[in-house]
């Protein structure tokens, strides 16, 4: 697992001049299974560029349930993946099928510095 401490957090925020207020406001509208997906796309072992990761909708939820052994339907992961779509978190690949998902591109520090804030809030720093 990746090590990830508060002064990391500060070193991500005031390099990328991040919005804390956005960011609080985004904290508060996720919860632990959307953080969770949001790891599996912007936070891997790689170097830059390869940092990221896009997903085809089938793969990612048969990872997600083998994996990280979660009890979600089908049905409800595909609600959650387009929840981060509206929240500008996540792209959804137009005209693939199946549905691809993936980072955008020029925001990967903002979305790991919301994720290293609600692991931090929430006191969860061991899932880092």
């Given at each position: ?26 904290v ?18 790689k170097?830059?560029p ?26 409800a ?52």
């Amino acid at each position: 697992m990746i090590q990830i401490e508060e002064s990391k957090f500060l070193e991500i925020v005031n390099k990328e001049n991040i919005e804390i207020n956005k960011l609080n406001d985004l904290v508060e509208r996720v919860d632990f299974l959307d953080i969770l997906i949001l790891k599996k796309f912007y936070i891997n072992e790689k170097k830059f560029p390869f940092n990221t990761q896009p997903y085809c909708f089938p793969l990612l939820f048969k990872e997600m349930k083998e994996n990280h052994h979660l009890k979600i339907g089908n049905e409800a992961l595909r609600k959650r993946l387009e929840n981060l779509v509206k929240l500008n978190l996540l792209e959804k690949i137009k005209y693939s099928n199946p549905c691809n998902y993936a980072p955008i591109n020029e925001k990967e520090n903002f979305v790991k510095a919301l994720i290293i804030k609600f692991f931090l809030i929430n006191g969860l720093n061991k899932f880092l």
